[in-house]
């Protein structure tokens, strides 16, 4: 078991090296699930076999010591070695490999109960959010608002709340699923979004566009225009870049772009069923529904509700809409 065990771990360190060094697109979801796996066999195979087997060990030990003080004490010999209990000690204490297995398996049950089905934890990695969410944000996703999925497979088993417009959502990136995008619920199953000349229009209907004082951001130093828009229940700001053009400059190839008319204004898209059109709120520097498609129901992680912590400015804790 040792031997077994060390190869184990052996793998899961050489999976996480290889992913930290970029030679493969690891799978967090999947590394978890496997650990907790692996680790709860050790656990079962703990308190069913190897524990027993250790305490009959001691109690055999303790049994041969009483008869060894009975037979000596019939001799008159009443002083005997006192190692008795740092032998037994030994004998009940855990290997390293069931240490580093068996012992592992609550906190790592825990935290894959908690990731899978509650609560999980994102960096924001990029701009695009901004200025709802900055980079270096820490944020947590509510996992069962929009339905409870199966980890890994990420198949809903149960109904859950339907995304809203509005919504800041946390999705599988469709080109490459095994990253994580975050963007804005913009367009439903069924809607036809327009965003032309950066003014955006659901279903015919304009969104309204309230301009609000200049944002600047700290980490360029540089001012951006502001505005205020509601979608759906949702009050947020977004940012506009007049140097940049309204125009889409290389959208990808994806599926239903048919649903989709390019043009020096913009694009005007119908978001197919079981889609959703995402956009970030840097409106002129997000890389989102516009370039890349739609997001399909299937690739739904949850809704982001919640800034924990950003280490550079602790004031950014706290709920956001």
């Not at 005997?80 to 240490?99: E, F, I, K, V």
């Not at 198949?155 to 095994?178: L, N, Q």
């Not at 540089?222 to 977004?238: A, C, D, N, P, V």
């Not at 140097?243 to 649903?259: I, T, Y």
């Amino acid at each position: 078991m040792p031997f077994i065990t060390a190869l184990i771990l052996a793998a899961f360190v050489g999976y996480s090296g290889a992913w930290y060094a970029g030679l493969i697109d690891g799978n967090f979801a999947l590394l978890l699930f496997l650990a907790t796996l692996v680790t709860g066999l050790y656990w079962l195979a703990e308190k069913l076999v190897f524990l027993p087997r250790r305490r009959a060990a001691a109690a055999r030990l303790e049994q041969e010591a009483a008869a060894r003080r009975e037979a000596l004490s019939g001799q008159g010999i009443h002083h005997m070695d006192g190692q008795l209990q740092d032998t037994q000690a030994r004998l009940l204490m855990q290997p390293w490999w069931l240490d580093w297995t068996a012992g592992l398996f609550p906190v790592i049950a825990v935290v894959f109960i908690l990731r899978s089905f509650l609560f999980e934890p994102f960096k924001i990695p990029s701009g695009s959010m901004i200025p709802t969410l900055l980079v270096g944000d820490l944020i947590l996703v509510n996992k069962y608002h929009y339905g409870l999925r199966l980890p890994v497979l990420n198949t809903k088993i149960t109904a859950g709340t339907p995304p809203a417009r509005g919504d800041v959502m946390v999705f599988h990136y469709p080109p490459k699923p095994s990253l994580d995008y975050i963007k804005r619920v913009v367009g439903l199953p069924g809607d036809e979004v327009s965003y032309l000349n950066k003014r955006l229009t659901i279903n015919g209907q304009p969104i309204s566009k309230v301009s609000q004082p200049p944002f600047l951001d700290e980490d360029n130093l540089r001012y951006s225009k502001q505005f205020e828009e509601m979608l759906g229940t949702h009050t947020h700001r977004l940012l506009n870049d007049d140097d940049r053009p309204a125009f889409v400059p290389g959208a990808d190839d994806f599926a239903f772009k048919q649903n989709c008319h390019y043009s020096a204004e913009g694009v005007v898209c119908k978001v197919p069923p079981g889609h959703y059109f995402m956009m970030g709120d840097n409106r002129d520097n997000s890389l989102d529904s516009r370039y890349w498609g739609f997001v399909p129901d299937g690739n739904i992680v949850g809704k982001a509700f919640f800034v924990w912590m950003n280490f550079s400015n602790w004031k950014r804790i706290g709920s956001f809409d």
